[in-house]
């Protein structure tokens, strides 16, 4: 079992930044995948928008390609996002997700509301 708890999310300016952190409950290089997905208002399903094999290269959805970085830090077993130049259209709840033993994990979740 892996737990993963999103925190980062809030409300910020368009222009703005943050920086949205995924805690997991086990040792990272456990994990065959690392991703970050987000579903916007008015869409039942989840949209990739960054995410990394093991050992891989990361990969970017088009529309946040040059303003979003996904990235681990394995001293204190997290997955981040790091989120610049942030647009109205980049409000959603953005989710956690894993693959750990061929098993799929979802953090909870975080808001993300870009707006003047």
């Known amino acids: 079992q892996v737990q993963l708890v999103e925190s980062g999310g809030g409300l910020v300016q368009p222009g703005g930044s943050l920086r949205l952190s995924c805690t997991v409950s086990?040792?990272?290089?456990?994990?065959?995948?690392m991703g970050w997905y987000r579903r916007t208002p008015g869409k039942s399903a989840r949209e990739l928008v960054a995410s990394i094999f093991s050992g891989g290269q990361p990969n970017y959805a088009d529309s946040v390609k040059g303003r979003f970085t996904i990235s681990t830090d394995d001293s204190e077993n997290t997955i981040n996002l790091q989120m610049s130049n942030l647009k109205p259209e980049d409000t959603a709840v953005y989710y956690c997700n894993v693959l750990y033993r061929r098993t799929n994990y979802w953090g909870q979740g975080t808001q993300v509301t870009v707006s003047s």
């Open positions: 086990i040792n990272m290089f456990s994990l065959e995948y």
